[in-house]
């Protein structure tokens, strides 16, 4: 009880004070309509990817007036989002708490025990695929994919590639690398991407396979140099960076951007969080925010996401087993 | 020189009548929300975050730097006037500011706090204006090794020190470092004691927890026991002759300020470091180069001084990295980050040249806004002090409640409150065994960076120890800790050698 009288009292209160002035409420088809505000949980902590686009997405709402209620973020971010995943799991059918996932989604109950089987989560919408390219410093003299290949091979498992934490998404792409090449890396974990991307820029670290939203930034400064990318089509921000499948190299992996709500969510809710990320992925600001990122903005919902998420686990336990074998 | 006009272009943005209110609106709601105890820059520009659609951009930008600048002053009112640090960057400050305050010279600390702040946040603003882009080079060679290193000598600048009995600071520092490996190793992805398997260890044990614990519930208690008759806090007064003789006092202390404002400044710059450190190291080299060491702890003026200059001055500095390089130094800035994404800013190296309209406006508006910090702050301090004359029976109800609120209100978990409680009851224990608790609360916030950047190193390098003394950078501020380390044994070195040579002349 106090745990939510003091909710609703400091932060609920706050914040609805704040939107209720702008929030004249949109006329949806449903019949279902939220009547407090919206949680969103999001799986990261404060200041990573993840956490800013949730909070694009957020202001989107908030902005376009997409939703009748205030959307609240809140990180539970604890053990790679174990913490935000047993959250959603111990509020079966609660129609007021949507969650934001990446690709720990599935990685977190894989590698560890923590009671929580994604199956039973409600799929809302996956609004985009985040993409992965191979990262060099501008000033190193690898052009291609095959110099790269050379120059790990010369290093003789001494090449720095800086990345996330172990087992999170940079980690199982330097894995797919080192699988595909039968080459030797030395993984240097960083707390976010942004931190490796300017690992990478200082000289630090020899690659990354950065995000294009990471690196964009550095990449305009012409302090990065793009080498691959790891889509199966090149991407329109960088026509010139060939993929790693043209390359004749099976490399493809995805992070996933959706939106899932707990076990047993009513169908009114769904349609309701349904209807509200359809009309998201159609405005403007999400438009050219994934233009400038170079992000896939892939909208899918209902049984077939739910089976795209089944099917990326799958994935993700091979990858991960592949992982292990090496490690031990 | 071409600096300056950009200057004066942006200050004909923010001195626009609606950017000047803006500026007022989110100064005086950020000194709030900074003292409050819990509630940091990082809730306030949260909360807002999403109202910024309403003006323009380069207003929204001001409106949020407003709030940050505001909380950082409030930092220190909750830190001076309830001996609970508001956020971690004003931990520091309770070290001399609540003894003064216990002295009833309150209004007198809160006076330092304030004009302290002024001056590191104008001299850091100053050095921005001129040196951003030249500085974020430098931001940019600090890889893990220099990390480290600096870190390093933060732990030095307090360990070195002595006055307080050496083998319990290192005591103190080994229990602190252990707290900080709780929750989830980020180098192997393992998550590390966690005492069975409790979810709410899995994010780790945050310094606001511990710090609203045993300054907070720990002082209380303590306070409950020492004064069964007479309250502790002594009521104070505040007129202008006082105001006017604080700020003479703050005259003497030049030197400590303007040392704390170019510390603040760099270190805060630095994308791994930020504010804390910046206010221990300061805290830490006043007292060290002080005449008289032995009076801080117990409310030395300057002790306030130290810290709340560094660490404005470094929030002005963390802004560096975030709008040249697109890395925030900090929680705030990264939300301040994605805000400029949001409204369709890409901050980076390409930024200045592209959009200069809405840099300089930011940078002229941490002018403004530190004079209306100052302003409203200074106006506000017979307020705060105020709330001091309350029956003790009340305020210690109230600081309890604000601690429970504070530890609950960021991560919404009950486990934190219970966190502590336990931790004010093993702080109030550890006071009476005569430990101190500050390396305690300084091997928390500084324990993780440093295992990080040791192992990045460690990994980065094929295990070779000597990387850290390869790099010029790094080996310097080695050198720098090991002198920190040693100073103190020379110090009592000589003192030992001048009896000696003294004594046969007599």
Same mark, same amino acid.
């Given at each position: 009880?106090?745990?939510?009288?003091?909710?609703?009292?400091?932060?609920?209160?706050?914040?609805?004070?704040?939107?209720?002035?702008?929030?004249?409420?949109?006329?949806?088809?449903?019949?279902?309509?939220?009547?407090?505000?919206?949680?969103?949980?999001?799986?990261?902590?404060?200041?990573?990817?993840?956490?800013?686009?949730?909070?694009?997405?957020?202001?989107?709402?908030?902005?376009?007036?997409?939703?009748?209620?205030?959307?609240?973020?809140?990180?539970?971010?604890?053990?790679?989002?174990?913490?935000?995943?047993?959250?959603?799991?111990?509020?079966?059918?609660?129609?007021?708490?949507?969650?934001?996932?990446?690709?720990?989604?599935?990685?977190?109950?894989?590698?560890?025990?923590?009671?929580?089987?994604?199956?039973?989560?409600?799929?809302?919408?996956?609004?985009?695929?985040?993409?992965?390219?191979?990262?060099?410093?501008?000033?190193?003299?690898?052009?291609?994919?095959?110099?790269?290949?050379?120059?790990?091979?010369?290093?003789?498992?001494?090449?720095?590639?800086?990345?996330?934490?172990?087992?999170?998404?940079?980690?199982?792409?330097?894995?797919?690398?080192?699988?595909?090449?039968?080459?030797?890396?030395?993984?240097?974990?960083?707390?976010?991407?942004?931190?490796?991307?300017?690992?990478?820029?200082?000289?630090?670290?020899?690659?990354?396979?950065?995000?294009?939203?990471?690196?964009?930034?550095?990449?305009?400064?012409?302090?990065?140099?793009?080498?691959?990318?790891?889509?199966?089509?090149?991407?329109?921000?960088?026509?010139?960076?060939?993929?790693?499948?043209?390359?004749?190299?099976?490399?493809?992996?995805?992070?996933?951007?959706?939106?899932?709500?707990?076990?047993?969510?009513?169908?009114?809710?769904?349609?309701?969080?349904?209807?509200?990320?359809?009309?998201?992925?159609?405005?403007?600001?999400?438009?050219?925010?994934?233009?400038?990122?170079?992000?896939?903005?892939?909208?899918?919902?209902?049984?077939?996401?739910?089976?795209?998420?089944?099917?990326?686990?799958?994935?993700?336990?091979?990858?991960?087993?592949?992982?292990?074998?090496?490690?031990? | 020189?071409?600096?300056?006009?950009?200057?004066?272009?942006?200050?004909?943005?923010?001195?626009?009548?609606?950017?000047?209110?803006?500026?007022?609106?989110?100064?005086?709601?950020?000194?709030?929300?900074?003292?409050?105890?819990?509630?940091?820059?990082?809730?306030?520009?949260?909360?807002?975050?999403?109202?910024?659609?309403?003006?323009?951009?380069?207003?929204?930008?001001?409106?949020?730097?407003?709030?940050?600048?505001?909380?950082?002053?409030?930092?220190?009112?909750?830190?001076?006037?309830?001996?609970?640090?508001?956020?971690?960057?004003?931990?520091?400050?309770?070290?001399?500011?609540?003894?003064?305050?216990?002295?009833?010279?309150?209004?007198?600390?809160?006076?330092?706090?304030?004009?302290?702040?002024?001056?590191?946040?104008?001299?850091?603003?100053?050095?921005?204006?001129?040196?951003?882009?030249?500085?974020?080079?430098?931001?940019?060679?600090?890889?893990?090794?220099?990390?480290?290193?600096?870190?390093?000598?933060?732990?030095?600048?307090?360990?070195?020190?002595?006055?307080?009995?050496?083998?319990?600071?290192?005591?103190?520092?080994?229990?602190?470092?252990?707290?900080?490996?709780?929750?989830?190793?980020?180098?192997?992805?393992?998550?590390?004691?966690?005492?069975?398997?409790?979810?709410?260890?899995?994010?780790?044990?945050?310094?606001?927890? =511990?710090?609203?614990?045993?300054?907070?519930?720990?002082?209380?208690?303590?306070?409950?026991?020492?004064?069964?008759?007479?309250?502790?806090?002594?009521?104070?007064?505040?007129?202008?002759?006082?105001?006017?003789?604080?700020?003479?006092?703050?005259?003497?202390?030049?030197?400590?300020?303007?040392?704390?404002?170019?510390?603040?400044?760099?270190?805060?710059?630095?994308?791994?470091?930020?504010?804390?450190?910046?206010? =221990?190291?300061?805290?830490?080299?006043?007292?060290?180069?002080?005449?008289?060491?032995?009076?801080?702890?117990?409310?030395?003026?300057?002790?306030?001084?130290?810290?709340?200059?560094?660490?404005?001055?470094?929030?002005?500095?963390?802004?560096?990295?975030?709008?040249?390089?697109?890395?925030?130094?900090?929680?705030?800035?990264?939300?301040?980050?994605?805000?400029?994404?949001?409204?369709?800013?890409?901050?980076?190296?390409?930024?200045?040249?592209?959009?200069?309209?809405?840099?300089?406006?930011?940078?002229?508006?941490?002018?403004?806004?530190?004079?209306?910090?100052?302003?409203?702050?200074?106006?506000?301090?017979?307020?705060?002090?105020?709330?001091?004359?309350?029956?003790?029976?009340?305020?210690?109800?109230?600081?309890?409640?604000?601690?429970?609120?504070?530890?609950?209100?960021?991560?919404?978990?009950?486990?934190?409150?219970?966190?502590?409680?336990?931790?004010?009851?093993?702080?109030?224990? =550890?006071?009476?065994?005569?430990?101190?608790?500050?390396?305690?609360?300084?091997?928390?916030?500084?324990?993780?960076?440093?295992?990080?950047?040791?192992?990045?190193?460690?990994?980065?390098?094929?295990?070779?120890?000597?990387?850290?003394?390869?790099?010029?950078?790094?080996?310097?501020?080695?050198?720098?800790?090991?002198?920190?380390?040693?100073?103190?044994?020379?110090?009592?070195?000589?003192?030992?050698?001048?009896?000696?040579?003294?004594?046969?002349?007599?």
């Amino acid at each position: 009880m106090i745990h939510k009288s003091i909710r609703g009292g400091i932060v609920g209160a706050a914040v609805t004070a704040l939107f209720t002035l702008g929030s004249t409420s949109l006329a949806s088809a449903e019949d279902w309509a939220p009547q407090k505000p919206i949680e969103m949980v999001i799986m990261a902590g404060q200041g990573g990817g993840a956490d800013r686009l949730a909070r694009l997405f957020q202001s989107i709402i908030q902005k376009e007036n997409l939703a009748s209620m205030p959307v609240l973020p809140v990180n539970k971010g604890g053990g790679s989002g174990a913490e935000a995943l047993r959250y959603l799991s111990d509020n079966s059918g609660d129609d007021h708490k949507i969650m934001a996932t990446l690709n720990s989604y599935y990685t977190t109950p894989l590698r560890n025990d923590i009671g929580v089987d994604i199956e039973e989560f409600t799929p809302i919408a996956r609004m985009a695929l985040d993409t992965f390219v191979l990262w060099v410093n501008a000033d190193s003299d690898i052009q291609t994919m095959d110099d790269w290949v050379a120059a790990v091979k010369e290093a003789g498992g001494t090449w720095k590639m800086g990345g996330t934490g172990t087992g999170q998404e940079d980690s199982l792409v330097t894995a797919m690398l080192q699988d595909t090449f039968d080459i030797e890396i030395t993984y240097v974990p960083f707390k976010g991407g942004g931190e490796v991307a300017k690992n990478l820029v200082g000289g630090h670290i020899d690659s990354t396979v950065n995000n294009p939203s990471e690196q964009m930034g550095f990449f305009q400064a012409g302090k990065s140099r793009p080498i691959a990318a790891f889509t199966p089509e090149r991407l329109g921000a960088f026509p010139d960076v060939p993929t790693a499948r043209e390359l004749g190299h099976d490399i493809v992996y995805w992070m996933q951007r959706s939106f899932v709500g707990p076990k047993d969510m009513p169908a009114e809710a769904v349609a309701y969080y349904t209807e509200v990320f359809r009309q998201l992925s159609e405005t403007e600001e999400w438009k050219t925010y994934t233009a400038d990122k170079a992000l896939m903005a892939d909208f899918l919902t209902g049984d077939e996401l739910q089976a795209y998420f089944l099917e990326e686990r799958e994935k993700h336990a091979e990858i991960l087993a592949a992982m292990e074998d090496e490690a031990s | 020189m071409e600096v300056l006009s950009l200057l004066a272009d942006g200050f004909a943005t923010s001195l626009s009548p609606l950017n000047l209110m803006i500026v007022l609106l989110g100064v005086t709601a950020g000194l709030f929300i900074g003292a409050m105890p819990g509630l940091g820059s990082v809730n306030g520009v949260a909360i807002v975050l999403p109202l910024t659609f309403i003006v323009p951009p380069s207003s929204a930008i001001i409106l949020l730097a407003a709030i940050y600048y505001g909380a950082m002053y409030g930092g220190a009112v909750s830190s001076v006037l309830l001996g609970i640090p508001g956020a971690s960057t004003a931990v520091a400050t309770t070290f001399d500011g609540r003894p003064m305050a216990q002295k009833g010279e309150a209004g007198l600390a809160l006076i330092a706090a304030a004009t302290a702040s002024f001056i590191g946040g104008t001299v850091s603003v100053v050095l921005f204006t001129l040196f951003a882009v030249p500085l974020a080079d430098l931001a940019l060679a600090f890889g893990p090794a220099e990390e480290f290193a600096l870190v390093l000598l933060a732990f030095t600048t307090f360990v070195g020190l002595g006055g307080d009995d050496v083998l319990k600071t290192i005591i103190m520092i080994c229990l602190g470092l252990v707290l900080s490996t709780v929750g989830l190793d980020l180098i192997s992805g393992q998550p590390r004691l966690i005492f069975g398997d409790l979810p709410g260890f899995y994010a780790g044990i945050s310094f606001l927890v =511990l710090a609203i614990g045993v300054y907070g519930v720990g002082e209380v208690l303590h306070t409950i026991e020492t004064s069964k008759s007479a309250p502790q806090v002594t009521p104070a007064k505040l007129t202008f002759s006082e105001l006017a003789a604080g700020l003479k006092a703050m005259n003497r202390l030049w030197k400590t300020m303007s040392i704390g404002s170019f510390l603040g400044f760099f270190v805060g710059m630095l994308p791994a470091a930020g504010a804390t450190p910046a206010s =221990l190291m300061a805290y830490g080299i006043a007292r060290s180069t002080s005449k008289e060491p032995e009076t801080f702890g117990k409310g030395n003026i300057e002790g306030v001084a130290a810290p709340e200059t560094a660490n404005n001055a470094a929030s002005t500095g963390s802004l560096l990295p975030m709008l040249t390089l697109g890395i925030p130094g900090s929680p705030t800035t990264a939300l301040l980050l994605g805000g400029m994404v949001m409204w369709g800013l890409m901050p980076g190296p390409m930024l200045f040249i592209e959009q200069p309209d809405f840099v300089w406006g930011l940078i002229s508006s941490l002018y403004t806004a530190n004079f209306a910090a100052v302003a409203i702050n200074l106006a506000l301090i017979p307020l705060f002090v105020w709330a001091l004359r309350m029956p003790f029976t009340v305020l210690c109800a109230l600081v309890l409640i604000l601690c429970i609120v504070g530890g609950f209100a960021p991560s919404q978990k009950m486990h934190d409150v219970w966190l502590i409680a336990a931790f004010g009851f093993g702080g109030y224990l =550890l006071r009476k065994a005569d430990y101190p608790l500050a390396p305690l609360v300084l091997a928390l916030v500084l324990g993780p960076l440093m295992e990080k950047s040791f192992r990045q190193t460690l990994i980065a390098e094929q295990g070779n120890v000597f990387a850290f003394v390869e790099r010029p950078l790094s080996a310097t501020f080695i050198c720098i800790a090991l002198l920190f380390f040693i100073l103190p044994l020379l110090k009592h070195l000589r003192k030992v050698l001048r009896k000696d040579v003294s004594a046969p002349a007599e």
